[in-house]
């Protein structure tokens, strides 16, 4: 394993750290990260609802509050329509939730999510035929409709005004829709592009709730611990507006009022300690996901939009259930994958496609994912049915995921997405040409340096400068994911004073160290599933390490370093230190 050393900005990093009041490694995190002023550190760390901007900067949005108040006014019957993901299905409960409450004739707010299986994605003429038979007279897209070019041709032909709130990529030419607000649209004034899905559709609320003399301290509170859910699920970077987004919105999550959301984050345990974005990340999102992959998403939508305790109990049972189902579904679809690789030779490609059939076209996303990971290069799972295939597509690095799908489109009938996720329809005899045209188009933008397997190491510190203070400014970061990730720190010539094995045999053991080094006293570390490098770790040898900080909660409460790679022997080892600093660091410590 390699390990990236990032450029460090040492002199102003510790002036800034001097200025706020935190460990001097903060400082410098937070100037590596290009935060170098103090005013601009100040509101990085204490976001507030006054970092929103305007929503009526967003294209179109004067437009799409005017008619959906009219509508309200009118008592036309609005429909909500989301996609089947967290991020969707936090949209639709937010609007819907929203436009119940400012609508003056009662059940004119209807909210809809599409069966992925039955759907498909995003709008369709269909889905819009079946809006109309339910009385629609106004259909709200959210996070969908961007590409739905024949569902605006529908709408229109049926009289219906279409509002569509996005914030995938738009294509060349827009839907021909009553309204478009989109972050991304060419031309916007909005200074934030990267918001949610769930984020674009909170814009619009926050707009007709104003125009309808609700004022944001009264409207945000209500509404953020859902705009917080979507966003974190959606992997949106969680700066700028996102970041007060979700730093504000995980303090609503806590002492949250809906039934259905406070229902699940009880089945998690998460209402027992401070909700973080990892909680939302890998133990929240993934059973409200499971259930649009595996079932029915209007089940998620339902859980979102109930007052009912018992009905809530109950949904949150079910999505335990999917979330079951998915796992093993999950696995099965995994070992199949990493055999396929490894039986075809696909790992020496730039770009890897893999396909199988009877593939859970729900699940094929996730196992994109975790081939991206493993194999440190962008992953497309494609699940074949007859002479059709779906598949989901992962990015890696700063590779442009749609737009090396649109250099492809001809092998495609269908796609959408951004630069880091992306799903497609297509003829399974395209597969090899899909194949080798992405790899092509890797050939610009990837090197071979790029999909060595590395570690991208933020910053070296000394061991005395690993404290629980530090660790508690660190805290002051939060809330951590795409964009702000949680950083990885490295240190050099730690004395390993004892270790040992933990956990059991069949689910590859655990590595505990105990070590200490220049100013720092003796400090427990972890490493998972490493227990077979124990030999490597004796007594009174000296090693280095990349690792995370966290807190200790199953031993005295204090710091704990959780290791991400360790070279035996100290400074350097087998492992490589490169980086935009350009240092590359040899075996024995010196710089070359």
């Given amino acids: 394993m390699r390990w990236k050393l990032a450029a460090e900005c040492r002199a102003d990093g510790n002036a800034l750290a001097a200025a706020l009041g935190v460990a001097p490694p903060i400082g410098r995190l937070l100037a590596q990260r290009g935060v170098l002023e103090e005013d601009a550190a100040l509101r990085f760390l204490n976001p507030d609802v006054t970092d929103l901007h305007d929503p009526f900067l967003l294209c179109d949005m004067d437009k799409a509050v005017s008619r959906l108040s009219s509508a309200m006014d009118a008592g036309e019957v609005i429909a909500v329509f989301g996609d089947y993901d967290v991020d969707g299905i936090t949209s639709a409960a937010l609007l819907g939730r929203v436009l119940g409450k400012l609508a003056r004739k009662p059940g004119t707010i209807k909210t809809y999510v599409p069966h992925r299986h039955r759907d498909g994605y995003g ?3 269909e889905t819009i035929d079946h809006l109309h038979a339910e009385g629609a007279v106004v259909v709200v897209s959210a996070d969908c409709g961007i590409s739905g070019h024949a569902a605006a041709e529908r709408a229109t032909a049926l009289g219906i005004d279409l509002i569509v709130t996005d914030h995938h990529e738009p294509q060349a030419t827009l839907p021909d829709a009553y309204a478009i607000v989109n972050p991304k649209r060419e031309g916007s004034r909005y200074p934030f592009r990267d918001l949610a899905g769930v984020g674009v559709a909170f814009k619009l609320a926050q707009a007709l709730a104003s ?4 004022t944001l301290e009264k409207f945000w509170p209500r509404f953020l611990d859902l705009v917080a ?14 970041r007060a987004i979700v730093q504000l919105g995980l303090l609503r999550l806590s002492d949250t009022r809906k039934a259905g959301l406070r229902a699940l984050l009880a089945a998690v345990g998460a209402l027992q300690r401070p909700i973080r974005a990892a909680t939302i990340s890998f133990q929240v999102a993934p059973r409200l996901n499971a259930v649009g992959r595996v079932d029915d998403a209007a089940l998620g939508l339902e859980l979102m939009m109930t007052q009912d305790v018992t009905r809530a109990q109950e949904l949150v049972a079910m999505l335990e259930r ?3 189902q998915r796992r093993e579904e999950q696995e099965r679809i995994w070992q199949e994958a990493s055999d396929a690789i490894r039986a075809q030779g696909l790992a020496q490609d730039k770009v890897i496609v893999v396909h199988g059939a009877n593939w859970h076209k729900g699940v094929v996303g996730i196992v994109a994912g975790r081939l991206a990971d493993v194999y440190h290069r962008p992953a497309l799972v494609v699940a074949t049915d ?8 992962r990015s890696a690095s700063s590779f442009p ?5 649109g250099a492809c489109r001809d092998f495609l009938t269908d796609y959408g997405g951004h630069s880091q996720a992306a799903g497609f329809d297509m003829l399974v005899a395209n597969l090899p040409g899909l194949r080798a045209g992405l790899n092509r188009f890797a050939d610009g933008y990837l090197e071979e340096d790029d999909i060595i397997p590395s570690l991208d190491v933020d910053l070296e510190i000394e061991p005395y400068e690993i404290t629980l203070a530090a660790f508690r400014d660190l805290a002051r970061l939060e809330p951590f994911g795409a964009g702000n990730r949680e950083p990885l720190w490295m240190a050099r010539g730690f004395k390993v004073l004892s270790a040992t094995c933990f956990g059991r045999a069949d689910d590859r053991a655990h590595l505990s160290l105990r070590v200490c080094g220049e100013g720092m006293g003796p400090t427990d570390c972890v490493w998972w599933r490493k227990a077979a490098r124990i030999d490597q770790f004796t007594p009174n040898s000296r090693c280095d390490m990349v690792f995370r900080m966290e807190q200790n909660h199953f031993g005295n409460g204090g710091l704990r ?3 991400q790679d360790a070279v035996p022997g100290g400074t350097g080892g087998d492992s490589e230190f490169a980086g935009p600093a350009a240092e590359t660091f040899s075996a024995d410590g010196t710089t070359a």
């Fill in 322 to 324: 999917l979330n079951d």
């Fill in 401 to 405: 995921m749609i737009d090396a799908l």
């Fill in 123 to 125: 709008l369709s003429p």
């Fill in 561 to 563: 370093l959780v290791i």
């Fill in 211 to 214: 125009r309808r003399g609700v």
């Fill in 229 to 242: 859910l979507g966003t974190v699920a959606d992997n949106a970077p969680l700066l700028d507006e996102n």
């Fill in 386 to 393: 007859g002479d059709v295939a779906r598949g989901s597509a």
